[in-house]
């Protein structure tokens, strides 16, 4: 298996420059959502003259590649997404955005061209005992685009359900790069955004008593669910609430009809994401009634946490040490607070997400802008590794079977 390692890496080292081009391409024309046509264009066409079925999503922008080995076997999934986000780009990269609004600030572009290198690398083999799916993913930046390729039916495209599947994420930040980060169970939270307007009776400024003001009971809510939220979950299986935007009125001397406020919720188990939900109503509408006002709350359920299968886990762990050195993977002290749709996938399937770190080579991980930034940069170099990263869990998981 070490000569099938290095002979791995030095394929995939042999497609870098193919796959810088690749990824530089998505990044200067970067897409926003689940429906994003040039860049399924330019995942179809550097899949090209592979022994690939292919086929595209209805409802999105996405692509599903399946390679049949040349044995019957399992099933093992790899997934990467493609979407952007919605930011105008702030770094001095000469292949930086074209397009105002819209960035790859999250490192998916990567993710793409090593996905297309993993399966440029596997598509040499002939002897896989099973087959492999790779799912191009749009709309992973909160549109559930993992979700709609599920119900499309990216789970049952060979006709058998994956016995695996794994996902890398690169880091603009926190990792040095090539260093591969991972653990079992929880490894990414659970988002859910919550909205809540306040109700009360506007009037003149001057006299506040012959109103019902909703600003000082929406003011009490905010602070109520910080404290919520400290005082109700243990302190290792945390809730973090963070409101995000609150608008209410439009002159200094007028009490509004209405205040509201827009908040994310992140959790880290299944069991707290449903118990905040139930809590968060109660504070809320107890507040609003000490104030004489009336509340509505609409509370959103996004992503669900991003649970690593114990067994899949250190399966990859021992894959990453194997294939790029014992010092080049960590085992992650505790979970992410960011979230993933990739959670929809590992709920439905045994597998795991790993971190991948892609800190520019100028910059230091524990400074440096991380994703999400409009002035977060990726390592291209990385491209290689986790084409074949993704290629070595494939080969190792069917050989497993």
Request: overall charge negative; aromatic content about 6%.
């Amino acid at each position: 298996m070490d000569q099938f390692v290095n002979h791995t890496l030095a394929e995939a080292a042999a497609l870098q420059d193919d796959l810088q081009d690749l990824r530089r391409d998505l990044h200067t024309e970067p897409e926003l959502g689940l429906h994003l046509p040039a860049t399924q264009d330019k995942v179809l066409r550097s899949l090209e003259g592979l022994p690939l079925e292919i086929t595209t999503g209805r409802a999105l922008s996405s692509v599903t590649a399946v390679l049949r080995g040349g044995a019957p076997g399992p099933t093992v999934l790899l997934r990467a997404d493609m979407d952007a986000l919605p930011l105008d780009e702030h770094t001095g990269v000469e292949f930086r955005s074209r397009r105002t609004g819209a960035m790859h600030a999250c490192g998916h572009d990567l993710h793409t061209a090593m996905l297309v290198g993993a399966a440029r690398l596997l598509s040499r083999r002939d002897d896989l005992p099973g087959s492999v799916v790779f799912m191009f993913q749009p709309g992973e930046e909160g549109y559930a685009g993992a979700r709609m390729m599920i119900d499309e039916g990216v789970l049952e495209a060979t006709w058998q359900k994956p016995v695996a599947a794994y996902a890398l994420h690169v880091t603009s930040s926190l990792l040095p790069s090539g260093f591969v980060l991972c653990k079992d169970g929880p490894i990414m939270a659970a988002a859910d955004t919550v909205t809540v307007t306040v109700h009360g009776k506007g009037g003149h400024s001057s006299m506040p008593y012959v109103t019902r003001d909703p600003i000082p009971a929406a003011c009490e809510m905010v602070g109520a669910l910080q404290t919520f939220v400290t005082r109700s979950f243990n302190v290792f299986d945390p809730v973090v609430l963070t409101v995000g935007s609150f608008h209410a009125g439009d002159a200094p001397n007028v009490i509004p009809h209405d205040a509201m406020f827009t908040a994310t919720v992140r959790s880290f188990s299944a069991e707290s994401q449903k118990k905040v939900q139930t809590g968060l109503r109660r504070v809320v509408e107890g507040i609003a009634a000490a104030h004489d006002v009336s509340a509505d709350v609409d509370y959103r359920v996004d992503y669900p946490v991003t649970v690593n299968d114990p067994g899949e886990a250190a399966f990859l762990g021992a894959a990453a040490r194997g294939l790029l050195g014992e010092d080049r993977y960590m085992d992650a002290p505790h979970p992410v607070s960011a979230s993933e749709d990739f959670s929809f996938v590992l709920d439905a399937v045994p597998g795991a997400m790993a971190l991948l770190g892609a800190c520019a080579p100028d910059r230091d991980p524990l400074t440096a802008p991380g994703n999400h930034s409009a002035e977060a940069e990726f390592d291209d170099s990385v491209l290689a590794r986790g084409s074949a990263l993704y290629a070595e869990l494939a080969l190792r998981r069917l050989h497993r079977g």
